[in-house]
């Protein structure tokens, strides 16, 4: 199975805290969880462009053109069979919650990163979410 393209963005506040999503029951995937802002790269788009896009159609947040940093690109398979190739991109951001317009899904907010192993996450957010909190990238965007 060809793994479909998605690309993941992971923004990090002035706390360290990330920027999560807490899908609605409408989801085509992992309804009613929480997960990374992003999602499908469409045909004939590159990866990075689909992140910023995705990012600004989902949370109104328009960030100039290098701003992400890639972190990881990794295929992942959901426990139905679901196969995608991620590429999870993230960046610091001087930006609240006050400033997200939710574009998708229940409610997009910066989460403390203590609390996010016990959210109802997605099963891609499971997998690299702590892995991610345990990252140097994550680290030096803390000082950022």
Do not use: C, K
């Given at each position: 199975m060809e793994a479909v393209p998605?690309?993941?963005?992971?923004?990090?506040?002035?706390?360290?805290?990330?920027?999560?999503?807490?899908r609605?029951?409408?989801?085509?995937r992992a309804p009613n969880q929480w997960g990374m802002v992003g999602g499908h790269v469409e045909d004939g788009e590159d990866f990075e462009?689909?992140?910023y896009r995705e990012l600004a159609e989902e949370t109104g947040l328009v960030l100039p053109p290098g701003?992400?940093?890639?972190?990881?690109?990794?295929?992942?398979?959901?426990?139905?069979?679901?196969?995608g190739r991620y590429h999870v991109y993230a960046a610091p951001v001087d930006v609240t919650d006050a400033d997200i317009v939710v574009g998708e899904g229940r409610q997009i907010v910066f989460v403390d990163p203590v609390v996010v192993p016990a959210?109802?996450?997605?099963?891609?957010s499971r997998h690299f979410l702590p892995d991610f909190l345990e990252s140097?990238?994550?680290?030096?965007?803390?000082t950022a």
């Amino acid at each position: 199975m060809e793994a479909v393209p998605i690309a993941v963005v992971l923004l990090v506040d002035r706390r360290g805290w990330l920027l999560l999503q807490e899908r609605d029951e409408g989801a085509p995937r992992a309804p009613n969880q929480w997960g990374m802002v992003g999602g499908h790269v469409e045909d004939g788009e590159d990866f990075e462009p689909a992140a910023y896009r995705e990012l600004a159609e989902e949370t109104g947040l328009v960030l100039p053109p290098g701003t992400l940093r890639l972190w990881r690109d990794a295929e992942f398979t959901y426990p139905d069979g679901h196969h995608g190739r991620y590429h999870v991109y993230a960046a610091p951001v001087d930006v609240t919650d006050a400033d997200i317009v939710v574009g998708e899904g229940r409610q997009i907010v910066f989460v403390d990163p203590v609390v996010v192993p016990a959210l109802d996450l997605a099963s891609s957010s499971r997998h690299f979410l702590p892995d991610f909190l345990e990252s140097d990238l994550y680290r030096s965007l803390l000082t950022a």
